[in-house]
């Protein structure tokens, strides 16, 4: 899987859109997968401040585990009414 896969199973599940970024981003309260040079770091920003989580080697790896971070994490727009 890659993050254009992701960003696809989090839009059909109902994940709130704001709630995560698959290139990394300073939005607040949210989860992201961000590439630097080979490596992949997935991160929480919440008030400006980027809470590091996990790193991994491959893309694969690093949407693999945030997806399970999103499930167990975030509350998804149907669920909330």
Known sequence: ????QLE????SEGFPADSYA???SDRNDSFNIEQQGH???VFYTERGTRSP???FQSEAAACDFFLDL???NVRKEKDSR
């Not at 899987?1 to 254009?4: K, P, S």
């Not at 696809?8 to 839009?11: C, K, S, V, Y």
Request: net charge positive; hydrophobic share 45%.
């Open 1 to 4: 899987m890659d993050r254009r």
């Open 8 to 11: 696809l199973i989090l839009e």
């Open 22 to 24: 698959m290139h990394g």
């Open 39 to 41: 490596r992949f770091l």
């Open 53 to 55: 989580i996990e790193e």
């Open 70 to 72: 999103m499930r167990r």
